[in-house]
Every structure is written in C-alpha cells, then in structure tokens.
C-alpha cells in the first residue's frame, strides 16, 4: 500500500537546528515535496527532490534517498516563526500527490 | 485574485442538511484539487480537476459528496445529508499544471472549516 510516516511531534530550540525525517512506501515515484503549515493557514510549498542528494534554499535544505524511501528537512538557525507543521508529500504519478499526517514543530526560547 | 480563494471558511451545519464549499484558484491555474484535513491525519485527496473535467474523482468518500468546476475557474464541493464524520477542513488547491511537472507546486486556500453538529 501506500504509506508516508513522520514523526507527529519534534521540539526545538531557537537558534538550533532540527531535521524531521520522512519515510515512504508508494506505488511510483516521481518527486517528494515538504510544506509547511502554520495552524490555521494554507499549507505553502517548502521544497522539491526528486534526485538524490540534498537540496539547500536558505535556512532550509531537504535530502533524498530514493533506494531508501527516506527525506529529511533541515531547518537551520531556527526562529519563532518556525513553529508550524511540515508536511511531507510524495508524487507517485503524474499528478497524485500522497501526504504523511505532518510533524508539528515546537520552538521554545 | 493573488491567491487561492475559499468560502465560507467556517460552516457549522446540522446532521442531514446540505452543504456547498467554494473555491476560487489562481487566475491561469487549469488544474485545480479538493483535499480533506482531519486531525492528526494526512491530506485526504477527494477530486482533481483539470479545466473543466475532473479525471479522478477516485476520492470522494461517497456519493454525497459531488464537485464541479465552471468554466475553468470556481469549483464548489457540494456534501448531501451531512454526517458528524464529515467533519473537517477542506482543502482547495491549484495549480498551473495538472500534470506536475518538475517542481510544480500546489498553492492552497486556507480551507473551509466543516463542523457537523
């Protein structure tokens, strides 16, 4: 079947740096997208791999490793305002995207 | 508009009434997805669009649920004879093309609320 697992919380200091992991089981793959989402907002896209290797925007750098169904997000010099859920998705077609439930992540000063 | 439009984003309704959703993509976006958020669960897909059709609506829970999209642009998610399970926030997203490409991303409204009392 298809599964995305996450971890459902992680906390972290301001200043630090957290990785939230991601691993998958999908019929197909074409690409793995990450998201955030403040509570009550749209979720806003982060990040795309489709490669493996790590990807670096910023603060923010995600990795894959297709052979073994594993992504991770590094969040970097972590501030407030990275308080949000990260959504990690994977495109197993041409258009279908499959969601893990999300990692909440808590900042703490 | 600048983005991904949704109404209403609250709706409080009683068990067996009818409810419709609206969403209003980003002008030029052809594509354009229903998604269903539950707590502590991933995105429920439900329906995609591509213009006017919807080639997958594999999704949609049952056939209470229904969603059309007019003339390339608004989309309204019809639920009939709601039940307390369909409570919810759904999800409206778009896109510029239905078939991702490369780093195609979904731009999403903030939701419509769905409590079924």
């Known amino acids: 079947g298809q599964n995305i697992d996450q971890p459902t919380e992680m906390t972290a200091t301001e200043g630090a740096i957290v990785q939230i992991n991601c691993t998958y089981q999908t019929s197909g793959f074409n690409g793995l997208f990450w998201y955030q989402q403040h509570a009550g907002e749209a979720p806003t896209f982060l990040s795309y791999n489709v490669l493996d290797g790590l990807e670096e925007k910023g603060r923010f750098s995600s990795f894959l490793s297709r052979s073994k169904g594993y992504s991770y997000l590094l969040l970097k010099e972590l501030q407030m305002k990275d308080s949000a859920s990260y959504l990690c998705a994977v495109r197993d077609g041409d258009y279908q995207l499959i969601w893990g439930a999300g990692t909440k992540l808590i900042i703490k000063p | 508009g600048a983005g991904v439009s949704q109404s209403p984003s609250n709706k409080v309704t009683e068990k067996g009434k009818d409810v419709e959703l609206r969403c209003d993509p980003i002008s030029g976006h052809t594509a354009l997805y229903w998604y269903r958020q539950s707590l502590g669960q991933g995105l429920e897909f439900l329906i995609y669009?591509?213009?006017?059709?919807?080639?997958?609506k594999s999704g949609l829970p049952s056939d209470r649920f229904s969603a059309e999209r007019t003339g390339g642009s608004v989309s309204t998610l019809t639920i009939q004879r709601t039940q307390q399970e369909d409570s919810a926030v759904y999800l409206c997203a778009s896109s510029l093309e239905g078939r991702l490409k490369g780093s195609g991303e979904l731009f999403f409204g903030e939701g419509s609320r769905l409590t079924v009392l």
């Open positions: 669009f591509q213009g006017n059709s919807a080639p997958d």
